[in-house]
């Protein structure tokens, strides 16, 4: 028995890397998925995962929306709901991670990594959970990172800090949103190899610190993270409320990584 079948689901940044996987992973368990992307020059990408959905016999569409957009939001959820029915999974993964040091990031790369990062799961969440609330049902999922929880890197101090706010939201949309049956979780990964970290992987000193650094010695994979959401948003899920499930081969729990990636 699929586990989540004909559920209405919607994820954001859901045209390639960990976002397609996760659209997969919901699809192969029954859902109708309502795959976002960003940018005109990522549709092409969008409809080559909403064709493998439809390949599983399921429903797809795609949707353009900029996450950081009330605007944009509030036509999205309207599309899906007219297209494929009411959201009952939400999967906000949207995100940026743009390396920079501290003292060189500007004013616009935090703007732009908090508004898709934080505002993005803020708008998306707050306009999904109206529907939900009355239906007193829904799953709310949010990908954040092994950086809600330590610094992994010199080089990402606002996206660091945009995924610690992400945690945040996540515990405080848990306990307001409980009352009406609406877990809100959230997944956190560890490096994942896709092209979101292609150039920094491709240095092969940097991908073997990577690999050496994790106690399970190997770099985890967006299956594995679409895993973590499936079950998430499944009834198994039904009493985990609040909570960052780490995804991370137990990088967060060691001592910390190398202090060198400055060097790269």
């Known amino acids: 028995m699929k586990r989540l079948l004909n559920k209405i689901s ?91 040091p501290f003292m060189q990031v500007t004013e616009e790369t935090w703007d732009r990594t908090f508004n898709t990062n934080v505002k993005g799961i803020f708008l998306t969440s707050q306009l999904a959970a109206k529907r939900m609330i009355p239906k007193r049902n829904g799953k709310i999922i949010n990908i954040l990172s092994t950086a809600s929880l330590m610094v992994t890197s010199p080089v990402i101090p606002h996206y660091q800090a945009s995924k610690a706010a992400g945690h945040m939201l996540t515990k405080g949309m848990a306990i307001e949103l409980g009352k009406y049956n609406i877990n809100v979780n959230a997944v956190g990964p560890s490096t994942i190899d896709t092209d979101m970290c292609t150039d920094f992987l491709a240095d092969p000193e940097i991908r073997r610190q990577e690999i050496e650094a994790n106690p399970m010695k190997r770099l985890g994979t967006a299956k594995q993270i679409g895993d973590a959401v499936v079950f998430l948003a499944s009834d198994e899920a039904e009493q985990i409320n609040g909570h960052l499930l780490m995804v991370d081969g137990g990088l967060t729990v060691k001592a910390a990584q190398p202090d060198d990636h400055l060097e790269h």
């Open 10 to 100: 919607l994820v954001t940044g859901g045209n390639r890397g960990i976002g397609e996987a996760i659209v997969m992973r919901l699809a192969e368990e029954g859902a109708d998925v309502a795959i976002n992307y960003y940018t005109d020059s990522l549709r092409e990408q969008a409809i080559a995962v909403q064709k493998k959905v439809e390949e599983l016999g399921r429903k797809a569409m795609v949707i353009k929306a900029d996450v950081g957009k009330k605007q944009d939001v509030e036509a999205m959820i309207i599309a899906v709901e007219e297209q494929l029915g009411e959201i009952e999974i939400l999967v906000n993964n949207a995100g940026i991670a743009p390396f920079e």
